[in-house]
T-cell receptor, first 113, second 111 residues
């Protein structure tokens, strides 16, 4: 029972470098989400995908791009990392768009120097 | 858009006492209010939720109450145990928009 799997769990980048966070779910869920968690800021939505083939911006999309590769996989890309993107990133999925339980991965801790 | 305020940001209680965390929301059209628990190093996990057609819901030691008129909802944990220590998040949505989370409450249960 893997649920939602994120890779990598830890990453250190230099300012200006690029990287992709990978997320996969094995629950046959339609919707997937990327959140960032910063101290005292709670969970803020970056992008989400209501269904395969669609993506939408969340509250804090600047500096990020996403790809819904197929029903299982949803990746988050930082094209030119900035120190302000130092955060813990969580991928989540749900059976249907914006309703019901979100299932979260264990997070990816990103540090941008 | 929706704005969710959560209080307190930190809460310490003695083991066996009750803990209450409160949230307010801004959009009167919101109709779904879940609570998530995040243990150290883990992703958040749903512990209880309530929809706007219900005023209260219980699951063993945890309960959630909703006051639609005042636009606030609360999480109640009774007979707290050390394993209840975690960060708790409230959230709100109106079904056609993603969840908006509060900023979290760090609960410490002191044995």
């Amino acid at each position: 029972n893997a649920g939602v799997t994120q890779t990598p769990k830890f990453q250190v980048l230099k300012t200006g470098q690029s990287m992709t966070l990978q997320c996969a779910q094995d629950m046959n869920h339609n919707s997937m989400y990327w959140y960032r968690q910063d101290p005292g800021m709670g969970l803020r939505l970056i992008y989400y995908s209501a269904s395969e083939g669609t993506t939408d911006k969340g509250e804090v999309p600047n500096g990020y791009n996403v790809s819904r590769l197929n029903k299982r996989e949803f990746s988050l890309r930082l094209e030119s990392a900035a120190p302000s993107q130092t955060s813990v990133y969580f991928c989540a999925s749900s059976l249907a768009e914006n309703t019901g339980e979100l299932f979260f991965g264990e997070g990816s801790r990103l540090t941008v120097l | 858009g929706e704005n969710v305020e959560q209080h307190p940001s930190t809460l310490s209680v003695q083991e066996g006492d009750s803990a209450v965390i409160k949230c307010t929301y801004s959009d009167s059209a919101s109709n779904y209010f879940p609570w998530y628990k995040q243990e150290l190093g883990k992703g958040p996990q749903l512990i209880i939720d309530i929809r706007s057609n219900v005023g209260e819901k219980k699951d063993q030691r945890i309960a959630v109450t909703l006051n639609k008129t005042a636009k606030h909802f609360s999480l109640h944990i009774t007979e707290t145990q050390p394993e209840d220590s975690a960060v708790y998040f409230c959230a709100a949505s109106k079904g056609n928009t993603p969840l908006v989370f509060g900023k979290g409450t760090r609960l410490s249960v002191i044995a």
